[in-house]
């Protein structure tokens, strides 16, 4: 059988092989490697919770959910519903330092974020309770006084006006109808067509559209990374304990801004891929 078929099979390095494909993981006692088949060069380590991993920014990108106005300004459904929407502001500084690595990686980035029909035909009874617990409280597609909640082409769908500028045209946007990116979007063909492989996490609410979606990424056998102090979210503090928990222990790592911008040059023992140059090994879409 080919050695690439045998799952935990041992590579010659004395790493345990994850999966039987050519997105498997080699797994070292100190690392996890992300992309052992590269043999382009440009690995990085990224020391990581639970475990550092190593990985290429060009199978990486940047997904940030939910920056937008009716979450983190004054005015928006966050603050008209009673809950903090200061909380939400304090994802804004690491996202724009996520954005900021991202940029000079020349990594994807993608904005993943609520654009609902302005007659609500895309919404069934759960979604619309999820932002409407009582008659009295405003919920999707109802005025405020900055306009309607979390509709297209409205004020309160529209991004933070710190990361507005920050937009490039060449950007992926995302538009979604479920707290789930991937649901009725065409978040995965991005992905599969780009060789998008790893995403990176950032946005709010972490413990809802946050985590949902990327809960659905490692479902569908993305490599997913949790950066923690670019999420935030109005819920009790231990919603995001919760989430940041989980993203270690089952969905795949976490780690901090210092620590993604600080990812050091790979030098171990498959720096150049497992592969010999004389027969490359392809990494498509998935």
């Known amino acids: 059988?080919?050695?690439?078929?045998?799952?935990?099979?041992?590579?010659?390095?004395?790493?345990?092989?994850?999966?039987?494909?050519?997105?498997?993981?080699?797994?070292?006692?100190?690392?996890?490697?992300?992309?052992?088949?590269?043999?382009?060069?440009?690995?990085?380590?990224?020391?990581?919770?639970?475990?550092?991993?190593?990985?290429?920014?060009?199978?990486?990108?940047?997904?940030?959910?939910?920056?937008?106005?009716?979450?983190?300004?004054?005015?928006?459904?966050?603050?008209?519903?009673?809950?903090?929407?200061?909380?939400?502001?304090?994802?804004?500084?690491?996202?724009?330092?996520?954005?900021?690595?991202?940029?000079?990686?020349?990594?994807?980035?993608?904005?993943?974020?609520?654009?609902?029909?302005?007659?609500?035909?895309?919404?069934?009874?759960?979604?619309?309770?999820?932002?409407?617990?009582?008659?009295?409280?405003?919920?999707?597609?109802?005025?405020?006084?900055?306009?309607?909640?979390?509709?297209?082409?409205?004020?309160?769908?529209?991004?933070?006006?710190?990361?507005?500028?920050?937009?490039?045209?060449?950007?992926v946007c995302v538009e979604k109808v479920r707290m789930n990116g991937f649901v009725g979007t065409h978040l995965e063909q991005v992905l599969r067509t780009q060789g998008i492989e790893t995403l990176l996490f950032a946005g709010v609410n972490i413990d809802q559209c946050v985590t949902s979606t990327m809960e659905e990424a490692y479902f569908r056998d993305y490599n997913t990374v949790l950066i923690e102090d670019a999420c935030a979210t109005s819920s009790p503090d231990y919603c995001q304990q919760a989430v940041v928990f989980n993203a270690r222990n089952c969905w795949g790592f976490s780690l901090t801004t210092e620590q993604l911008a600080a990812a050091t040059p790979f030098s171990g023992p498959e720096a150049a891929g497992e592969q010999s140059a004389a027969s490359p090994e392809q990494r498509p879409g998935k």
Request: hydrophobic share 40%; proline share 6%.
């Open 1 to 171: 059988m080919n050695k690439h078929r045998e799952i935990y099979s041992r590579t010659e390095n004395g790493a345990v092989q994850l999966a039987a494909g050519v997105d498997r993981w080699h797994l070292y006692d100190d690392y996890v490697h992300l992309a052992p088949q590269d043999t382009t060069g440009g690995l990085l380590r990224f020391d990581a919770q639970l475990m550092p991993f190593v990985d290429h920014p060009a199978q990486q990108a940047l997904v940030i959910v939910d920056m937008q106005n009716d979450f983190l300004s004054p005015g928006g459904w966050t603050d008209a519903s009673g809950l903090d929407y200061r909380k939400c502001r304090a994802a804004l500084p690491g996202v724009i330092r996520a954005l900021e690595v991202a940029r000079q990686r020349q990594m994807w980035v993608i904005w993943v974020y609520w654009h609902n029909r302005p007659d609500l035909r895309n919404l069934g009874a759960p979604t619309l309770y999820s932002f409407k617990h009582k008659p009295s409280q405003k919920g999707i597609g109802e005025m405020l006084e900055r306009g309607p909640v979390l509709t297209e082409g409205s004020w309160g769908a529209r991004m933070a006006d710190e990361l507005l500028p920050l937009m490039r045209p060449e950007d």
